[in-house]
């Protein structure tokens, strides 16, 4: 079984420009994460889903980051318009509904130039 | 809400020797301690987990021990390998909460 699916693996843009992130959880996954990661510290919740519903977004800074995962399944994260600081991993994690065992993707490593 | 602290940031062992890292919790609903080791770019991936209605897990060289009281989880790891050369991160969630990360430990197993 293939575990949570990330693109992609690397991104690097200059500043100002938007970009997009997509995450395929496990199958049967209802739950999903997005993290950032930044360089010598702990993932650090973004938002978090229940099938297609966003139950926790309140880390999200909802002025440039927006997220959907419309079919419950796939979910897309994007910046617009990305800053320098935005440069991080961004880690995409997945697992069944009132399971704690969450599994991650390899992340996204984001450079902003 | 939950605040989850690592200690220490680093640490360098000789091979064969013991390492311990421990993690402290604010938020005594907590009740599910996991522990992640992440390699060099690479992602997170679960070694071992604890709950509140257990004192001490074993699976092979790696424990875990919990002290509710304490508010205190720690991870040992016996008889270190160069492999075990990694960040480790603990974390601490309620049921139907959010994951809370420790700001993890950098652990080199020295040859």
């Known amino acids: 079984e293939a575990g949570v699916v990330q693109s992609p693996r690397y991104k690097i843009i200059e500043k100002k420009q938007p970009v997009a992130f997509w995450c395929n959880p496990i199958?049967?996954?209802?739950?999903l994460y997005w993290y950032l990661q930044n360089l010598g510290q702990g993932p650090e919740l973004l938002i978090r889903?229940?099938?297609?519903?966003?139950?926790?977004d309140s880390q999200l800074p909802k002025d440039r980051f927006s997220a959907e995962r419309l079919k419950g399944v796939d979910s897309t994260l994007k910046i617009q318009p990305a800053e320098l600081g935005d440069s991080a991993v961004y880690l995409c994690?997945?697992?069944?509904?009132?399971?704690?065992?969450?599994?991650f993707g390899p992340g996204t490593r984001l450079l902003v130039l | 809400g939950e605040n989850v602290e690592q200690h220490p940031s680093t640490l360098s062992v000789q091979e064969g020797d013991s390492a311990v890292i421990k993690c402290t919790y604010s938020?005594?609903?907590?009740?599910?301690f996991p522990w992640y080791k992440q390699e060099l770019g690479k992602r997170p991936q679960l070694i071992i987990d604890?709950?509140?209605?257990?004192g001490e897990k074993k699976d092979q060289r790696i424990a875990v021990t919990l002290n509710k009281t304490a508010k205190h989880f720690s991870l040992h790891i016996t008889e270190t390998q160069p492999e075990d050369s990694a960040v480790y991160f603990c974390?601490?969630?309620?049921?139907?909460?959010?994951?809370?990360f420790g700001p993890g430990t950098r652990l080199s197993v020295l040859p």
């Open positions: 994690a997945s697992s069944l509904r009132n399971s704690e065992t969450q599994y």
């Open positions: 199958s049967g996954h209802n739950t």
């Open positions: 889903y229940e099938n297609e519903e966003a139950v926790d």
């Open positions: 938020d005594s609903a907590s009740n599910y």
């Open positions: 604890i709950r509140s209605n257990v």
């Open positions: 974390a601490a969630k309620n049921y139907g909460q959010n994951f809370v």
